[in-house]
């Protein structure tokens, strides 16, 4: 069974400083994990992904993620906030083994201060 | 582009009045999903299809129908909606399992 859990359903920060967003995972096999963005009243878009390769993932918007085997994290960070980054975070969990199955984390709302 | 389409983007129907839904891609992916989203919670499986296989989730009501006539397109057929599926309804496509999904914009029914 996999699962994930994100930390702080709602986190604000201020315009210009650094994003953390939490996201713990359990899995009994290598996992791929996922951070997809979702503004409102929008579809879900893929941020970046972990599939293996390597630990520090790159993805669009400036946002990056660590994949931490030891602590189980797979957290997201930008070094400074846009206003425009204000959205709902999703962090997902699927394994490698040809389940088609994502599962999601309850989501963590993002409020930029200006 | 390359994308995944949901029409129409707000749908009102009324209680009891069956209602389709529909997704169209343009990525030729294997995969097929359907989630229904309520307010301020993660997406929820429906069901997919993996080419023309389909997987329902055991949670899933009865009430909820699926169809996929070709690579393209999958349709979401609510047979008698209630005012509790009244939510966003997401389409998502994946190459195959070992793939991210893409999402489509979403569809939000109203039950009135």
């Known amino acids: 069974a996999q699962s994930v859990t994100q930390l702080g359903s709602h986190v604000s920060v201020s315009e210009g400083a650094l994003v953390l967003l939490r996201c713990n995972y359990s899995s009994s096999v290598p996992p791929y994990l996922f951070w997809y963005v979702q503004y409102p009243n929008q579809g879900l878009q893929l941020l970046l992904k972990y599939t293996s390769a390597a630990t520090l993932v790159k993805g669009i918007n400036g946002f990056e993620a660590e994949f931490k085997k030891s602590e189980t994290s797979f957290h997201l960070t930008k070094p400074s906030a846009h206003m425009s980054d204000a959205a709902e975070y999703f962090c997902a969990v699927k394994t490698n083994f040809g389940n088609e199955k994502l599962t999601f984390g309850t989501g963590t709302r993002l409020t930029i201060i200006p | ?112």
Request: one cysteine or more; glycine letters at 4%; aromatic letters at 16%.
């Open chain 2, 1 to 112: 582009d390359a994308m995944v389409i949901q029409n129409p983007r707000y749908q009102v129907t009324q209680f009891g009045k069956p209602v389709t839904l529909s997704c169209s891609q343009t990525l030729n992916h294997n995969v097929m999903y359907w989630y229904q989203q309520k307010s301020s919670q993660a997406p929820k499986l429906l069901f997919h299809y993996y080419d023309k296989d389909f997987n329902n989730e055991a949670d899933t009501p009865d009430n909820f129908q699926s169809r996929r006539p070709n690579t393209s397109f999958c349709f979401l057929d609510i047979r008698s909606p209630g005012l509790g599926d009244a939510a966003m309804y997401l389409c998502a496509t994946s190459r195959d399992s070992y793939y991210e999904q893409y999402f489509g914009p979403g569809t939000r029914l109203t039950v009135t």
